[in-house]
């Protein structure tokens, strides 16, 4: 099945993130609905990992994630920015 929205390449990753940060044993999320929550914008709100730490953006792919001076951990760029 095709995914209307990502690419091919995009989902390849977002797979190897989903995998080695095991989203699915953490917190019982299925890899379509991780797919639909990074679309949404949602994932780096409802599951950051510590409150304490910022949630940044990246700039080029949207995904959110924690944590400040790291590269987007889906395209890897370092253009990102904290979300609002």
Do not use: Q
């Not at 390449?9 to 917190?27: A, P, Q, S, T, W």
């Not at 409802?46 to 001076?69: A, K």
Request: hydrophobic share 35%; charged share 30%; glycine share 8%.
């Amino acid at each position: 099945m095709k995914c209307p929205v990502f690419s091919d390449e995009r989902l390849e990753r977002l797979g190897k993130y989903f995998v080695y940060h095991r989203i699915y044993d953490r917190y019982g999320i299925t890899f379509e609905r991780f797919v639909r929550m990074v679309e949404a914008g949602t994932w780096g709100k409802e599951y950051s990992e510590n409150d304490d730490e910022d949630i940044m953006e990246c700039d080029i792919c949207g995904t959110r994630f924690v944590g400040l001076s790291k590269p987007c951990p889906v395209c890897k760029s370092i253009m990102v920015s904290t979300a609002v």
